[in-house]
């Protein structure tokens, strides 16, 4: 399966600027004791991410994901919130400056939403007041890598499908103690298991990568919340291309407030490569 969304040009130094436009265009079971052991059925842990996520409510999160290709690597990072019960989130992405240390492009308003990607300063021709909205589910990554940050909401989404879970230990995150899972999710498996608000981009993205399959690493706290996931993609243009994503989840409760565009101030023009 191979990717049709980015464009990448040939050099080094043009592959990573290209790859930062690109990518910014557009439970049950987490009980268990202190003592350091795992709960029974570490694979259900994980699995349920998603749905403990759900319960909890709304949360704040950070995003890194960290592109490599053509010898050099692109990281972008993102700061917001997410509600998990609406499913809707805005982030702040944040592109670093260039490889000839141009400063980076304006930081970029993400709006998260069933099914749909807002965002505003896209740049590439869209007039500086204006959004652009993205149908997550016509893309071959399913917004996975797309926009520069994965959703929270589809990457937890996305463990519904681990499989050759292992426990790898106990740890501390931001003085929180945490239990750390490694294995592998399925994309096609997880679209089967997701809620119907994240399953349409979950089946592009089963569609459009190069494997069905995505290591992850998550960590979840006592009460089996995803405190953290960091899932490694892969996919195929004009080269291998490989991704690490890594979304942070902390404060737990904080409210957020997501508020849509008007139809009038979404861009309806041609969108640059």
């Not at 350091?36 to 749905?51: E, I, L, N, Q, S």
């Not at 998260?112 to 071959?140: E, H, Q, S």
């Not at 006592?222 to 195929?236: A, D, I």
């Not at 407030?257 to 969108?271: F, H, N, S, W």
Request: proline residues 4%.
């Amino acid at each position: 399966m191979v990717v049709h969304q980015h464009r990448l040009r040939d050099g080094r130094a043009g592959a990573a600027a290209a790859a930062a436009l690109a990518l910014a265009a557009v439970s049950g079971c987490g009980g268990g004791g202190t003592d350091g052991k795992p709960p029974a059925d570490g694979t259900a842990a994980v699995r349920g991410a998603a749905d403990v996520l759900a319960r909890s409510g709304s949360a704040r999160a950070r995003t890194a994901m960290e592109m490599a290709t053509g010898g050099t690597r692109v990281t972008i990072r993102g700061e917001g919130g997410v509600d998990f019960r609406s499913r809707m989130g805005q982030l702040l992405v944040m592109l670093p400056a260039d490889v000839t240390g141009r400063p980076g492009h304006r930081p970029i308003t993400e709006l998260l939403t069933p099914g749909a990607l807002y965002m505003k300063n896209r740049g590439a021709g869209v007039p500086a007041d204006k959004w652009v909205r993205v149908d997550t589910t016509t893309l071959g990554d399913g917004n996975l890598v797309t926009g520069g940050a994965t959703d929270p909401v589809v990457a937890a989404e996305l463990l519904r499908g681990a499989e050759e879970v292992s426990y790898v230990g106990e740890t501390e995150l931001a003085g929180t103690k945490v239990r750390h899972y490694r294995g592998t999710t399925d994309i096609g498996r997880a679209a089967l298991r997701a809620s119907p608000d994240a399953r349409g981009a979950l089946q592009a993205a089963a569609k459009g990568f190069s494997t069905d399959t995505v290591p992850f690493d998550a960590y979840l706290d006592e009460e089996g919340r995803l405190r953290k996931v960091r899932h490694r993609f892969s996919y195929v243009n004009k080269g291998e291309i490989d991704v690490s994503s890594t979304t942070l989840l902390y404060g737990f409760g904080t409210p957020v407030t997501v508020v849509l565009p008007a139809g009038g101030d979404i861009y309806a023009g041609k969108i640059a490569d």
